[in-house]
């Protein structure tokens, strides 16, 4: 069974700084594909960014980018320009892509960022 | 319009009731899946169903039951309700054999058993 581990329960960055959220993950496959969801405290679970394993260009949106490093199965998000908006809980995420299409997320344990204004 | 939408957002009941969630999302999705958050924030998928066909059920109790009456809908029902159960239920919808594509989640319901 892949797992998902997040090893930085908090975070905490100042306002318009850069912070970097750590991710890796166990898996004997080798198609797969790994996301970020941001969790507010209004609890709505929201996308901030997707990569496929087979890849290997690092996925970017906007302010967000991820350093995906398949080998060490390390997937780290980058925040530049950290905003008050970005508080909140991130999760990082492990899909198989096993071809069956309704398999579930594996989440991590989420890491809670806090912006200092 | 709200893509995933969930009833109630909030439920307290007492121990032993029996209580239901309802789930609909208006994406045109044939896959929808159940997540239960626990207290920390813990994230675990609970069911997948593709197109009606329960497609995933990992461990849970026999207690909960989904159900499907036709893609756009999803219901969990609960069965004498634990104080385990207390956690944040969360409905999610996503394109089948697209694993690429992102899970939808709804709002969420908060269900605190008592």
Avoid at chain 1, 2 to 12: D, I
Avoid at chain 1, 82 to 109: H, I, P
Wanted: glycine letters at 6%; proline letters at 4%; a neutral charge.
């Amino acid at each position: 069974a892949q797992t998902v581990t997040q090893s930085q329960p908090e975070m905490s960055v100042q306002e318009a700084e850069t912070v970097t959220l750590s991710c890796t993950y166990d898996t004997s496959e080798s198609d797969y594909y790994l996301f970020w969801y941001k969790q507010p405290p209004s609890r709505q679970m929201i996308l901030v960014i997707r990569q496929e394993a087979y890849k290997q260009q690092n996925a970017t949106e906007n302010r967000f980018s991820v350093n995906f490093q398949k080998a060490a199965k390390s997937f780290s998000l980058k925040i530049s320009d950290s905003q008050l908006g970005d508080a909140a809980m991130y999760f990082c995420a492990y899909r198989t892509d096993s071809g069956g299409g309704a398999d579930g997320l594996t989440f991590g344990k989420g890491t809670h960022l806090i912006i200092q204004p | 319009d709200t893509a995933v939408s969930q009833t109630p957002k909030y439920l307290v009941t007492q121990m032993g009731n029996d209580k239901s969630i309802k789930c609909e999302q208006n994406l045109g999705h044939d896959t929808m899946y159940w997540y239960k958050q626990d207290s920390k924030k813990f994230l675990k998928i609970m069911f997948s169903y593709n197109n009606k066909e329960l497609i995933i059920n990992e461990t849970v109790p026999n207690r909960f039951s989904p159900k499907s009456p036709d893609k756009a809908h999803l219901n969990l029902h609960i069965n004498s309700l634990e104080l385990g159960d207390s956690a944040v239920y969360f409905c999610a919808s996503s394109p089948y054999r697209q694993s690429y594509n992102e899970q939808f989640f709804g709002p969420g319901t908060r269900l605190t058993v008592l």
